[in-house]
């Protein structure tokens, strides 16, 4: 178990990591106009990397979520894909409907 | 100095069938039960989602701290998952951007840049008048940033009426909803083609390097995805 000081050193260094990247974007912002092909370029690049982020979730996940079976987890995302496109992109209903089923099926 | 009607516009977004409200607070309940597990006290959890406020960054914290990592590690690992908010501001903000609002709206402004508003964000800006679109944003980020936080609370109190499966349930619904999300941004070939090519290439380059994987396959399908639809006039 982490002590009080290494956890608060911790939320510092998290915080910092996280603001830079964002504070970069802000500035970088700044010289980048919405019509030139570096916009779209960086576009691209974000759809991209958080795709990549989210790839890795599924197949391999941090926390919890690893307890759970690969297969079930990619059974869940694509029936909730499903029911997103047939329910005219409502989103409220596969984020409610994935918590049951994947507890559902993870405790079978 | 904010135009509220701009600005509630923007909180609004946290209703109706597009809500993003019950998958950050699914998610961010179960990372608070989490930061309870490493060890940290209500404060120090409500903290972390006040100042850092990125899911995969915070769970990346709290796992390092599991396994003993030093800070320095905690930072370098951080900063690579939480890389992506570089090339997402850049291509959020300027289309925010109007010279008669002051500068220090999108610097601070920029603290509220997660997958949740960005995606929010993207969707709904072309609806509003140019001049005011940051204080749109601001909207939107105030009310996702103020969901987290209250939510890691949540999720830190309710943590020992929480059983391991349902815990598992709530940990999906944050990449679903943002898969769901993505989907429905995918209106041209490069967007289409970036988001495929990162799915099958994030967990691919993972394999080869956990820490680098993000940024890698980002730029590579981002790079590619950005030729294809060059190619291709769109």
Redesign the interface.
């Known amino acids: 178990?982490?002590s009080?000081q290494?956890?608060?050193?911790?939320?510092?260094?998290?915080?910092?990591?996280?603001?830079?990247?964002?504070?970069?974007?802000?500035i970088?912002?700044?010289k980048?106009?919405?019509k030139s092909?570096v916009?779209?370029?960086?576009?691209?690049?974000?759809?991209?990397?958080?795709?990549?982020?989210?790839?890795?979730?599924?197949?391999?996940?941090?926390?919890?979520?690893a307890?759970?079976d690969l297969f079930i987890?990619i059974v869940?995302?694509i029936i909730?894909?499903i029911i997103?496109?047939i329910s005219?992109?409502?989103?409220?209903?596969?984020?409610?409907v994935?918590?049951?089923?994947?507890?559902v099926l993870?405790?079978i | 100095m904010i135009n509220f009607k701009i600005f509630f516009q923007g909180l609004k977004a946290h209703k109706g069938?597009?809500?993003?409200a019950?998958?950050l607070a699914?998610c961010f309940i179960?990372l608070g039960a989490?930061l309870k597990d490493?060890?940290?006290?209500l404060q120090?959890s409500a903290?972390?989602s006040l100042?850092?406020?990125?899911l995969?960054?915070?769970?990346?914290?709290?796992?390092?701290?599991l396994v003993?990592a030093s800070?320095?590690n905690?930072?370098?690992a951080?900063?690579l998952?939480?890389?992506?908010?570089?090339?997402?501001?850049?291509?959020?903000?300027?289309?925010l951007?109007h010279k008669k609002q002051p500068?220090w709206k999108?610097?601070l402004s920029?603290?509220f840049?997660a997958?949740t508003s960005?995606l929010i964000a993207k969707d709904g800006y072309q609806k509003i008048d140019k001049k005011y679109r940051i204080d749109f944003w601001i909207g939107i980020g105030i009310g996702t940033w103020t969901t987290a936080i209250l939510m890691t609370v949540v999720g830190y109190l309710s943590a020992d009426y929480l059983n391991?499966?349902?815990?598992?349930?709530?940990?999906?619904?944050?990449?679903?909803?943002?898969?769901?999300?993505?989907?429905?941004?995918m209106k041209n070939l490069?967007?289409t083609?970036?988001?495929?090519?990162?799915?099958?290439?994030?967990?691919l380059?993972?394999t080869v390097s956990?820490e680098w994987?993000?940024?890698f396959?980002?730029?590579?399908?981002?790079?590619l995805?950005?030729l294809i639809?060059?190619k291709n006039g769109k």
């Not at chain 1, 290494?6 to 802000?26: N, Q």
């Not at chain 1, 005219?88 to 409610?96: A, H, M, Q, S």
């Not at chain 2, 083609?193 to 967990?203: C, H, K, R």
């Not at chain 2, 396959?217 to 790079?223: E, L, Q």
């Open positions: 178990m982490a009080s290494i956890i608060i050193l911790a939320i510092i260094a998290t915080s910092l990591a996280t603001f830079i990247s964002r504070f970069m974007g802000a970088t912002s700044k980048v106009s919405v092909k916009f779209e370029w960086f576009n691209c690049v974000a759809y991209a990397t958080l795709a990549a982020l989210l790839g890795r979730m599924i197949v391999f996940p941090a926390g919890v979520l307890d759970s987890r869940v995302l909730c894909i997103f496109m005219k992109k409502n989103l409220v209903l596969p984020t409610i994935s918590a049951i089923l994947l507890s993870n405790s | 069938s597009k809500s993003p019950i998958p699914a179960a989490l490493a060890g940290f006290n120090q903290a972390s100042f850092t406020y990125a995969p960054g915070q769970l990346v914290m709290a796992e390092s701290l003993g800070i320095i905690i930072f370098i951080v900063w998952v939480n890389f992506r908010l570089y090339p997402m501001t850049v291509s959020l903000f300027p289309l951007e500068k999108y610097f920029c603290h840049l997958v960005w391991k499966d349902m815990l598992i349930g709530l940990a999906i619904v944050n990449p679903v909803y943002f898969f769901c999300m993505m989907i429905g941004a490069s967007i083609s970036a988001v495929f090519g990162g799915t099958i290439l994030g967990p380059i993972y956990s994987a993000l940024l396959a980002g730029v590579i399908a981002g790079t995805a950005f639809g060059g």
